[in-house]
C-alpha cells in the first residue's frame, strides 16, 4: 500500500505554510516576501500575519503576487485565550476566507472574554482553513493544551525561526503523543519566517496536487497529500507485508517511528532505497518515517495507519 501522498495524482509542490510580513511584525513588504520564496524556488506560500489589534487583524492580500508557476494561499496566525503556562494561544490557520471574524485579541497576551484556542480553532476549520497546532515547544505547551485543539488538522514538527532562534523547533514530542491519543494529525514543517535574522528557507511542505491552484493545494493540505522536509526528498513510502518501503533522495538514516518507545532503522550511506521490517512496530496502530541525511537535514512523512 503506497502511502496516500504519494499515490495521489499529480505532482509535488514546494510551499511555505507560515510567515510574516510587515502587516503584523515581519520586516518585509508582502510583495517582497512573495518575490523570495519564488525567487527559491517555491511553488507557494502561506502569509499568515498575526491576527491581533494591534495590526488590525490582518489576513493579508497576496492575490497580486501570483502568477503562472507561483501562488498563495491566505491564511493568518491566530491568537485568542491562554495556554496552561498562561501565554497566548498561536494557532496557524492557512485557507482562511478574507471575511473571517476578528477575536477580540487586541495584543499578544490573553484578555477576559475572548475565544479560547480551541474556539477559534474550531472557528477557523468550520470557515474552511486548514488548522495547525504552531510550534509546541517554543509555547511551552502541555499535553493537555495540545490535546484540546481537538479542530486541528495537523502539528508543526518543525518551526525553522523557533529552532535558529530559540533552540525550541520540535513538535515531533506532542505529536507522537497525539497520534497515540489516536488522533488523526498529520505534520508540517515551516519556516515562521519573520526575516529579521536567517529565519527562513529551512522547513517547507512537499503536497502533492494536480495543479499549483490554492483550493486544490488546500485540499490535499486537508488529505494529508504532503510531507516535509528540511532537504531530502521523499519519492515513495509504501507498506508491504510486514515492510516498510522508503524511496527518498541520498540519507544516511531511514528511521520507522510508532506508539510508545517503537522504532526501527537502516543507517548507510547515500541510501536511496530502504525496506524495513515492521516486526518493532507490529501492535503500533501507526507509524510515520523520518529520513536524515548527511547534513543532518530531515524530511518527515505524515502518519500511516494500520
Ligand atoms: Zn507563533
Ligand atoms: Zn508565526
Known amino acids: 500500500m503506497l502511502h496516500p501522498a504519494f499515490?495521489?495524482?499529480?505532482?509535488?509542490?514546494?510551499?511555505?505554510?507560515?510567515?510574516?510580513?510587515?502587516?503584523?511584525?515581519g520586516v518585509l513588504d508582502p510583495a517582497e516576501v512573495c518575490r523570495r520564496y519564488k525567487a527559491e524556488g517555491y511553488d507557494f506560500i502561506a502569509l499568515t500575519d498575526?491576527?491581533?489589534?494591534?495590526?488590525?487583524?490582518?489576513?493579508?492580500?497576496?492575490?497580486?503576487?501570483?502568477?503562472?508557476?507561483?501562488?498563495?494561499?491566505?491564511?493568518?496566525?491566530?491568537?485568542?485565550?491562554?495556554?496552561?503556562?498562561?501565554?497566548?494561544?498561536?494557532?496557524?490557520a492557512v485557507g482562511l476566507p478574507a471575511?473571517?471574524?476578528?477575536?477580540?485579541?487586541?495584543?499578544?497576551?490573553?484578555?477576559?472574554?475572548?475565544?479560547?484556542?480551541?474556539?477559534?480553532?474550531?472557528?477557523?476549520?468550520?470557515?474552511?482553513a486548514f488548522v495547525t497546532i504552531a510550534h509546541p515547544h517554543w509555547s511551552g505547551m502541555t499535553l493537555s493544551d495540545a490535546r484540546s485543539i481537538e479542530a486541528a488538522h495537523a502539528v508543526e514538527i518543525y518551526n525553522h525561526t523557533c529552532a535558529v532562534g530559540t533552540d525550541r523547533g520540535e513538535g515531533g514530542h506532542v505529536a507522537d503523543l497525539l497520534l497515540s491519543d489516536g488522533r488523526d494529525l498529520n505534520l508540517i514543517a515551516t519556516d515562521?519566517?519573520?526575516?529579521?535574522?536567517?529565519?527562513?528557507?529551512?522547513?517547507?511542505?512537499?503536497?502533492k496536487a494536480e495543479a499549483n491552484e490554492p483550493d486544490l493545494l488546500l485540499e490535499a493540505l486537508k488529505d494529508g497529500n504532503f510531507y516535509s522536509s528540511q532537504g531530502p526528498e521523499l519519492k515513495a513510502v509504501a507498506l508491504n507485508g510486514g515492510h516498510i518501503d522508503v524511496a527518498c533522495s541520498p540519507v544516511s538514516s531511514v528511521i520507522v517511528?510508532?506508539?510508545?518507545?517503537?522504532?526501527?532503522?537502516?543507517?548507510g550511506t547515500a541510501l536511496t532505497q530502504a525496506r524495513i521490517p515492521l516486526d518493532r512496530l507490529k501492535d503500533s496502530p501507526w507509524l510515520r518515517v523520518t529520513v536524515i541525511d548527511r547534513a543532518g537535514n530531515r524530511a518527515w512523512s505524515n502518519p500511516i495507519w494500520l
Open 192 to 207: 515562521d519566517a519573520h526575516f529579521a535574522g536567517p529565519d527562513h528557507f529551512g522547513g517547507w511542505v512537499m503536497v
Open 99 to 128: 471575511d473571517f471574524a476578528p477575536s477580540h485579541s487586541p495584543d499578544f497576551h490573553p484578555v477576559e472574554g475572548q475565544e479560547t484556542g480551541p474556539q477559534i480553532a474550531r472557528r477557523a476549520r468550520e470557515a474552511g
Open 7 to 25: 499515490a495521489a495524482p499529480g505532482e509535488f509542490f514546494r510551499g511555505n505554510l507560515h510567515c510574516h510580513s510587515n502587516r503584523s511584525d
Open 257 to 267: 517511528q510508532g506508539h510508545g518507545s517503537a522504532t526501527t532503522l537502516q543507517h
Open 50 to 92: 498575526h491576527f491581533v489589534g494591534r495590526f488590525d487583524y490582518p489576513i493579508t492580500d497576496t492575490r497580486d503576487f501570483r502568477d503562472a508557476v507561483f501562488t498563495t494561499l491566505p491564511g493568518a496566525e491566530l491568537h485568542s485565550g491562554a495556554m496552561e503556562n498562561g501565554e497566548l494561544w498561536h494557532i496557524l
